[in-house]
């Protein structure tokens, strides 16, 4: 076992390699972390974020299942493995382990995120949405929420509301190019309803 101090380094280090993209090399610090304490359920979590940021969702979905194993009660284990669910399109999966987080930590803006998107896609359309407006409510600059809960509008073709929220985040973060293809696709939709209307008068 590492002495707590220099467990924490070795975390911190990991995390800090996952924000620069460097999800091998944070990979193999937490590796390293099991390789002393085969139960640290920190080391499995951060394994399963860095899998899941490569795209490798069965390898993430091992690391994430260990780490529940260990401590079914984590939000942030729960709350990840409902996101890999979420990327494979299992969304009765997803909303499962993402309702658990949900009880967890309450109120938690990126777990409600996730929520109301994959509720949204698994055919509650409005229970969706509501979830994710919550979402918003709790972190209203937040380009992720901003963006998911434009696509969900779009879809439910709430041009207007869609509208909005893209423009928002070009605001936030003006090179967003999928902001500004989706606030294209508005447009295109808002003019295309608009003759459809026309041509039926």
Known sequence: MYP?????????????????GEHIEAIKICEQILVNDLECVEAYEEIGDNY???RYYDKAKKALNRSLQLNPRSANGNYLLG???SAVGDWKRSIEY???ADEIEANHPEILRCLGWSIFHEGQRKRG?????RALNLSQNDPLILSDLGVCYLNDKNFERAAVLFKK???IEPQNEKARECLNAVKFFQKEFKKLRNSKE
Request: aromatic residues 8%.
């Open 98 to 100: 993402l309702e658990r």
């Open 129 to 133: 949405i509501i979830i994710l407006e």
């Open 83 to 85: 996101f890999v669910f």
């Open 4 to 20: 707590a101090e220099e467990f924490n380094l070795l975390l911190k280090e990991a995390d800090k390699k996952k924000l620069q």
């Open 52 to 54: 899941l940021s490569l």
């Open 169 to 171: 985040v070009l605001e």
